[in-house]
């Protein structure tokens, strides 16, 4: 079946370029002027966009079946969270860490990761989990047999970390002994990190994530630490590199600290994650390198609104509160600069619903456009991620689409309140107006979720129309 969605705005890229040049809006200019977006749904494929015109031409005599929003609409790719722990809880981090078992995480993290589909997040990208046994890479499986309605997940099982360092967050006394008293995966030594790149990739990661330099929240027992150190040295660094490399696996490196941005770059990880104090030889090397930047805004302003109960996360937000205004700074230089910059939250767990404030704040306190902003949570994170298919909406590509009240380029806060309408590989996930009201409509997206099983996005499944679209 064929729909046709109709709307005042579409947001788009018109080719794969990574340049927000090349991003458009396709506007309807009133209410009375409409654009439309052809869907095969039981391909998932983007068929072609059509303007008032075409419509016109196109509707007297056609079998689609016509989702009409009304005025003031704007359709957009679904969005991109490059930077998520699904498993992770908002406050109490070690506690949750010692008293729940990894299915119950797995479950837990499953409900967040619906939660951000109905956001508008059709696809995530694991930045690692506080459980040693892979729940991450159980819900995207599980997602990807259609056993559960989803977002598409790819991403690091873990993060690798050296001992008392991010990934070694425990209060735990010298004396005493757990068989998992770490988060993450410890490896001190060249031996250590290429085993740890091997279990990663044996159990399902499909991204290596490194914690280069030290996190805000490193270990309570080690408050010397800072954000500001680097952790690995040059050595183990490089090996974790090579190792992904000639696995074809790309890496993803937490770097707060300048000198610990500059190493990761040059040592050719495809993204820095946060790079707080990225300072004008950590951007040099982004721009040789063609590193990523994912900033990570929201994490931080989530904590200084909301505190922490428990007082898990004090030191957090200490820190902070005391680097703020040198990390908008430092993020702003690079954005000013032209490094890539993906979107990413640090999802630990808040209500889903308002992740993608994300947006606002690349604009508000990295000195984003709009459409920059847009951009970074949609074609340039496909574009890290090396998913082809996704982000961007031009007739081959999959159907992972937002639908939103409102334009974005005007108020880019309607990302995260306006999402009335989110489609995910031509699965309606989200209707709030009920436009899709048809029961056949629904009966195609239930079933071909449910009675599909192994549904993946291959060749196989494509209808001879949508194959000569890809
Ligand atoms: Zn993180």
């Known amino acids: ?13 018109v080719t794969s370029e990574v340049d927000t040049s090349y991003y458009q809006q396709i506007s309807g200019d009133d209410c009375h002027r409409r654009v439309g977006l052809e869907v095969d749904l039981e391909c998932g494929i983007i068929h072609r966009l ?11 005599n056609s079998s689609l079946t016509v989702i009409n929003f009304p005025p003031g609409y704007c359709l957009l790719p679904g969005y991109i969270d490059c930077h998520v722990h699904l498993t992770i809880p908002t406050d109490n981090y070690q506690m949750q860490f010692l008293q729940t078992s990894s299915a119950s995480n797995a479950l837990t993290g499953l409900k967040n990761a619906q939660g951000l589909l109905h956001a508008g997040f059709t696809t995530l990208r694991s930045a690692g989990d506080a459980d040693l046994f892979f729940p991450t890479v159980a819900i995207a499986k599980s997602i990807d047999r259609g056993e559960h309605v989803g977002p598409r997940i790819v991403g690091a099982g873990h993060y690798i970390s050296v001992t008392g360092g991010g990934g070694d967050i425990n209060s735990i006394a010298p004396d005493k002994c757990l068989c998992c008293p770490s988060d993450g995966l410890i490896a001190d030594g060249k031996d250590a990190m290429l085993a740890a790149v091997r279990k ?71 993204s820095i994650e946060h790079a707080s104090f990225i300072d004008q030889n950590g951007i040099n090397a982004c721009l040789k390198m063609g590193t990523w930047i994912v900033p990570t805004f929201l994490v931080g302003s989530y904590f200084e609104v909301n505190g922490s109960d428990s007082g898990a996360q004090d030191r957090m937000i200490e820190i902070q509160r005391r680097t703020n205004s040198r990390y908008y700074e430092c993020i702003s230089n690079a954005v000013k600069a032209g490094v890539k910059v993906a979107l990413g939250s640090d999802f630990v767990g808040w209500d889903p619903a308002i992740t993608a404030r994300e947006f606002r704040h690349m604009v508000e306190l990295g000195s984003m ?94 209808c001879g129309d949508c194959v000569e679209q890809i």
């Not at 159990?203 to 680097?230: C, Q, R, Y």
């Not at 902003?373 to 081959?396: C, F, H, N, W």
């Open 50 to 60: 059509y303007t008032q015109s075409e419509i016109d031409l196109l509707l007297p």
């Open 1 to 13: 079946m064929k729909v046709l969605l109709v709307v005042s705005n579409i947001i788009t890229a």
């Open 369 to 462: 456009t709009n459409m920059q902003s847009i951009y970074a949570g949609t074609g340039s994170a496909a574009d890290l991620l090396e998913m082809d298919k996704v982000g961007r909406i031009a007739p081959g590509k999959i159907a992972d689409l937002v639908i939103v009240r409102g334009d974005p380029l005007v108020d880019i806060s309607i990302l995260e309140s306006g999402v009335e309408f989110v489609m995910k590989g031509g699965l309606i996930v989200r209707d709030d107006l009920s436009i899709a009201n048809d029961s056949s409509l629904r009966f195609m997206n239930i079933s071909r979720q449910w009675y599909r099983p192994n549904y993946k996005l291959e060749e196989t499944n494509i």
């Open 200 to 270: 990663e990739i044996k159990f399902g990661s499909d991204w290596i994530k490194i914690l280069v330099t030290g996190a805000f929240m490193t270990s309570s027992t080690n408050a010397k630490d800072s954000p500001e150190n680097t952790h690995f040295s040059i050595d183990e660094l490089e090996i974790c590199v090579q190792e992904a490399k000639r696995r074809r696996v790309p890496v993803m490196a937490h770097a707060h600290g300048a000198d610990g941005i500059i190493m990761a770059a040059q040592s050719g990880v495809r």
